[in-house]
């Protein structure tokens, strides 16, 4: 018979991890949006006139990547660029359309963390309280 492995915290989270990030993407999928992309459009509310170079750097992708998707976002009415001509720094900015997005996805997301925080409230406070420790 095999040893099982000793228990390991970090092992264990990324597991969780993976779970939970699949849970939200389906979750997002009939609105239109992966993970990425509402981590994408939750930088740009939450930093309006974000230039791209900012918004890649947050989102940890390319100045590419972030142009192929505000491009996408521009296109569905989701995100305007306030300085939007040659030459000029962009400035980008939610629209009304994206922020009705933004705040559908944001009820899904609550209704998920309801759902945890009920089958595991300790690890629940536990993380936030982590959270709170390492950003505060």
């Given amino acids: ?10 092992i264990a989270l990324l597991t969780f991890s993976r779970v939970w990030e699949a ?3 389906d979750a997002l999928k009939p609105l239109g949006l992966t993970t ?3 981590g994408l459009l939750g930088h740009i509310k939450g930093s309006p ?3 791209f170079s900012e918004l890649a750097r947050r989102s940890r992708i ?7 998707a505000v491009a996408g976002f521009s296109a569905d009415g989701l995100v305007a660029d306030a ?14 359309r994206g922020e009705e997005l933004l705040d559908r996805a944001a009820e899904i997301v609550a209704e998920l963390d309801a759902a945890f ?15 709170r420790r390492r950003l505060g």
């Fill in 1 to 10: 018979m095999a040893e099982e492995p000793p228990f390991s915290p970090v």
């Fill in 23 to 25: 849970q939200l993407a």
């Fill in 36 to 38: 990425r992309k509402y």
């Fill in 49 to 51: 006139g974000i230039s």
């Fill in 62 to 68: 390319t100045v590419q990547s972030a142009h192929a």
């Fill in 83 to 96: 300085t939007a001509h040659a030459g000029a720094s962009s400035s980008l900015r939610v629209t009304p």
């Fill in 117 to 131: 925080g009920e089958r595991m409230p300790q690890l629940s406070e536990a993380l936030a309280e982590e959270l």
